[in-house]
């Protein structure tokens, strides 16, 4: 294919630099020297504005579980428009989706609903503290969990920043107050006996420990069960709430990442899937730990409002969503899942080129590394190869295939056996050319 024709994305671009800063609303989005511009999708296939057409393997990073322009989703919210889409009031739209998440997820007792994965991991944070009137919260170093203060402490950390013993609270935006960092204890992923060590020696002032189950900035590497069992044993007897994050990993199965683990957190923050292709965040959790946003016996421990909170337009597409991931659709998706990542994996044997596959389910992430991967630390060894990533991203994208820059990549269902293949020939294509390079 070649070179692509990005004309117009490029005049766009330039309009866009003169109303947006350097032409952006989304620092994910952003790629040098210009993104190129969404005109329209449809299934699994994304066009741009000059007429390129790509296979989209990024599914706007994980949430469209059904591609673009579902039909029977369209559908819903086209039923639903002409009779309003935001009120003063609550709708029955909201108690249908709750209903639909709580039967199917053991710790679920209770939903509230949000606007995006960065608010409902704010409001869950607040909850725990709220909750058991502690400051601080822990967090595993370089996990993100979108864009509030506390929850970005340690994102980046490098080995110039993250300290020797223990991992230290580096600040991620510019500006970020001493309080904030003051008031976050990082903690190792998957490395137990570090992390119970320095859990239990903040005890008394941690309301929380909020952890992805698997965390896509450290590699997209799985948690180990026992780390897990760790954070909700200790959690537990030193009375903080343990926050699972699955914004990302609820496609994991029909009860999320805790379904596969089999451990139950106290809350959990949700986002992207739930929200049928439009924008949601949700906190759920057991009765006893949601109870602080309960407003029958006045102020709230947790006081929670939202202009466009469980709007119904959300509640509508999220419920059908939601509602065709039966249990069969889960396996079938996930089995792709495992065809896809055998084929990468595959892809390097067979060329030669240094590089692995992480990942679970619908979710895939291609590191050019074969080093063993555990935590955010060893999954460093990956940026040694970023140019060797990016060539590769580049070239799948020239070849109309759309993965993230870092390398993250994730199922629809309208995808089959043949869209998985054509990544796979294509992915292949680029790994020749990196040991033709060589
Ligand atoms: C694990 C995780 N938590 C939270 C967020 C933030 O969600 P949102 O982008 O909807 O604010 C993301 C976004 O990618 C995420 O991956």
Avoid at 54 to 59: A, E, I, R, S, V
Avoid at 148 to 155: P, Q, T
Wanted: charge should be negative.
């Amino acid at each position: 294919m070649g070179e692509l024709q990005i004309g117009k994305s490029a005049a766009l671009f330039a309009r866009a630099t003169k109303v947006l800063p350097g032409g952006n609303s989304r620092t994910t989005v952003w790629s040098s020297p210009h993104p190129v511009y969404a005109a329209s999708g449809e299934g699994c296939w994304l066009t741009d504005v000059d007429g390129n057409r790509y296979l989209d393997l990024l599914n706007n990073y994980t949430s469209l579980l059904h591609g673009h322009a579902h039909p029977a989703i369209m559908e819903a919210v086209t039923q639903r428009l002409p009779l309003g889409t935001a009120f003063p009031l609550p709708t029955e739209t909201e108690i249908e989706l709750a209903e639909l998440l709580c039967s199917r997820v053991q710790s679920f007792d209770h939903v509230r609903f949000a606007n995006s994965g960065s608010e409902a991991v704010m409001i869950a944070l607040k909850a725990a503290r709220a909750r058991t009137g502690r400051p601080k919260i822990a967090k595993c170093e370089g996990a993100y969990h979108g864009s509030y203060d506390f929850a970005e402490v340690s994102l980046d950390s490098s080995p110039e920043t993250w300290g020797n013993a223990e991992p230290r609270s580096v600040p991620y935006s510019h500006g970020t107050p001493q309080g904030v960092l003051d008031n976050v204890v990082v903690i190792p992923f998957n490395r137990s006996g570090e992390a119970e060590r320095i859990l239990r020696a903040n005890a008394g002032d941690l309301a929380c420990v909020l952890v992805d189950p698997m965390p896509n900035r450290g590699g997209l590497i799985p948690a180990q069960r026992g780390y897990l069992e760790m954070l909700r044993r200790v959690t537990s007897e030193c009375g903080m709430l343990l926050i699972f994050d699955e914004v990302i990993s609820f496609r994991l199965d029909h009860a999320g990442a805790q379904g596969v683990f089999g451990v139950d957190p106290d809350l959990t923050t949700l986002a992207k899937i739930i929200g049928g292709g439009f924008p949601i965040g949700a906190i759920a959790g057991t009765a006893d730990a949601m109870a602080v946003f309960d407003p029958r016996h006045g102020k709230p421990l947790a006081p929670h409002g939202g202009t466009f909170n469980a709007n119904p337009v959300s509640m509508v597409a999220g419920k059908m969503a939601m509602e065709l991931m039966i249990p069969a659709e889960f396996t079938r998706l996930n089995a792709l899942g495992q065809r896809i990542r055998d084929g990468i994996a595959d892809a390097f044997e067979k060329t030669g080129i240094d590089g692995q596959v992480t990942g679970a389910g619908s979710l895939f992430r291609i590191l050019m590394t074969s080093a063993r991967l555990v935590d955010y630390r060893t999954a460093q060894a990956a940026n040694a190869q970023a140019p060797a990533l990016e060539r590769v991203v580049a070239f799948l994208r020239d070849n109309g295939i759309l993965i993230a820059g870092t390398g993250l990549g994730a199922l629809s269902t309208p995808m089959g056996d043949a869209e998985v293949d054509l990544f796979v020939d294509i992915f292949t294509n680029a790994l020749e050319r990196e040991a033709a390079l060589q």
